[in-house]
């Protein structure tokens, strides 16, 4: 089975949109923007074996906030950019009650299934709790990024950059293979 480096898309692949202390998506491709700084580590973790997929919520295609054609553009835009294997995004509004908005672990199930992958010995990118809690839910190590977001629940990592993240999930993975 393989393993997985699982990116939230907001505030780690794409630089944050920020409306009164709150992160929010971007709406239009013109106010999505790559997070160049994520690159080198995605670049040096798809070197290392790891697959690599972005999940995200967006609410907002259930909302009519956005359309599908301009999130089709953001991904393709992600796809060009980073060495993903998969984006996957939870389209339902909080009311929907949906299994696969994030804390929810139904993203990572799917990604499971697609792509035969090991929750338990994979890995969650982001600055924000819900996934941190997704990754607990589901057996996996949460790497989060120093942020206004990050909440007080549990965390297996909280660190200053992407790139101490992705060397912190290397050293943790030499560690693993050698013993």
């Given at each position: 089975m393989?393993i997985?480096?699982f990116?939230?898309?907001?505030g780690?692949?794409?630089?944050?949109?920020?409306?009164?202390?709150?992160?929010?998506?971007?709406?239009?491709?013109?106010?999505?923007?790559?997070?160049?700084?994520?690159?080198?580590?995605?670049?040096?973790?798809?070197?290392a074996?790891?697959?690599?997929?972005?999940?995200?919520n967006?609410?907002?295609?259930?909302?009519?906030?956005?359309?599908?054609?301009?999130?089709d553009?953001?991904?393709?835009?992600?796809?060009?950019?980073?060495?993903?294997?998969?984006?996957?995004?939870?389209?339902?509004?909080?009311?929907?009650?949906?299994?696969?908005?994030?804390?929810?672990?139904?993203?990572?199930?799917?990604?499971?299934?697609?792509?035969?992958?090991?929750?338990?010995?994979?890995?969650?990118?982001?600055?924000?709790?819900?996934?941190?809690?997704?990754?607990?839910?589901?057996?996996?190590?949460?790497?989060?990024?120093?942020?206004?977001w990050?909440?007080?629940?549990?965390?297996?990592f909280?660190?200053?950059?992407?790139?101490a993240?992705?060397?912190?999930?290397?050293?943790?993975?030499t560690?693993?293979?050698?013993?």
């Amino acid at each position: 089975m393989k393993i997985a480096i699982f990116f939230e898309r907001d505030g780690i692949l794409n630089l944050p949109k920020v409306e009164r202390q709150y992160q929010v998506p971007p709406l239009t491709l013109a106010d999505f923007h790559v997070n160049e700084a994520a690159l080198p580590a995605c670049e040096a973790l798809k070197a290392a074996g790891f697959t690599l997929i972005a999940t995200s919520n967006q609410p907002g295609l259930s909302q009519g906030t956005v359309s599908r054609r301009e999130l089709d553009r953001m991904n393709m835009l992600l796809r060009q950019t980073f060495p993903l294997d998969d984006i996957l995004v939870c389209p339902h509004d909080p009311a929907d009650n949906c299994s696969c908005r994030k804390p929810l672990p139904g993203l990572f199930m799917e990604a499971a299934f697609k792509h035969h992958l090991d929750l338990e010995r994979s890995f969650v990118i982001s600055d924000k709790w819900p996934d941190a809690r997704a990754a607990r839910s589901v057996g996996a190590t949460s790497m989060l990024l120093q942020s206004p977001w990050v909440g007080s629940g549990h965390h297996d990592f909280v660190l200053s950059s992407i790139s101490a993240i992705a060397g912190k999930i290397l050293q943790l993975q030499t560690r693993h293979l050698a013993a």
